[in-house]
């Protein structure tokens, strides 16, 4: 169970004012969700969460299950504390399927910050999949998934002489994940690779046309190492086409790059992530870095349209027991847009989080 009690000295989106995303910040006032006057207090439980695990002995192998939810509601549920299912996922030796954090995300690459959303330029997506991992020896994992499509389009301006078109995504295949994987004592580091496949067509004609369909794909790179001093460095870097959906914060995938005839895009994305954990004491720890998501949008596409989404925050936790921890705080965000303007908001947070269970997992 968690609560958080949030102060902004720059107001947000107030569908989103549970979590710092900085593409819900305004940047036209008045207009923009989230213009008014300076400060708002907010306190909210919508980071509790709830996981079920299970480990149930069969003739072919154990089979382990995961069920997980929080109460943080997105898209049409977002600003409401209502049901968010995380994690609906089971494997058996080779064998996953279900939902649960996609190949090309890196969970133990999160910091242990405790902003609900996270750093903006890190990979992070739940996905519907069936996964296949031929190895997992000494440290070494080797798996490979089909995942449901993630993509997002902008129709940007390309078609403002002709809005009857009525675009849509359209995704024909599921997306390719590769990911190996190495552990040891000092930490681990992962490498992740994803082929995506992304496009859109009329709603307007009665074949659908047109329709277009591009395939790009991306690379990650992450790790978490031991340092001296009781501390460790959390890194993660990605870059590639087509793939802003995996990333935490903002971007699309497909835009247009001329008037008709068509001829989209795939916008480039580049994203890393950096932070320091150190260990001040036996039950004090200090987390402290940054994070950007990088995109290169055409000037054809909406002035809305992301070029970066930038964060950097500092947490200072206390655990004096192992079911309680109390946690104070900052973290500052910068939008800046294609031609809208430049949101920023600066905010500190106090959060108290009371465990069920000392197995409680991260992302």
Known sequence: MQLDALYDAD???????????????PVRCPGDPGCG?????????RASRLAVHGDIPTDLGTVRTLFEFDLFGIASDAGRTTFRLRHAWGEMGVLGAGQTSSLFMDGDAFPASVEYWGPPGLVAIRTAQVRFTPLRRRGTTLAFSAEAPT???????????????ALRRRTRRPDLHV????????????VSAVLTATG??????????????????GVSASVRARAPGNGSVVAQVTTGRGIAGYINEGGVDLAPAGTLPLRPRLVPSRAWSLYWEQTLAPTLR???GGSDHRQSPSALQDDRAMVSARYVSGDLRWEPV??????????DGVLATNGAGRGAARRAQLAVRWLFDSRTRGP
């Open 37 to 45: 006057p300076p400060g708002e207090a907010t306190l909210s439980v």
């Open 322 to 331: 192992r079911a309680l921890m109390i946690a104070f705080a900052v973290q």
């Open 286 to 288: 200090l987390i402290v």
């Open 179 to 190: 990911q190996w994987r190495r552990e040891r004592g000092w930490g681990h580091v992962q």
């Open 200 to 217: 859109f067509e009329s709603t307007a004609t009665s074949d659908g046309r047109p329709s277009i369909l591009r395939t790009g794909g």
């Open 151 to 165: 993509s997002s389009i902008d129709v940007g301006r390309a078609f403002e002489a002709d809005d009857t078109l």
């Open 11 to 25: 107001r947000v989106d107030p569908s989103w004012v549970g979590a710092l995303r900085p593409t819900r910040f």
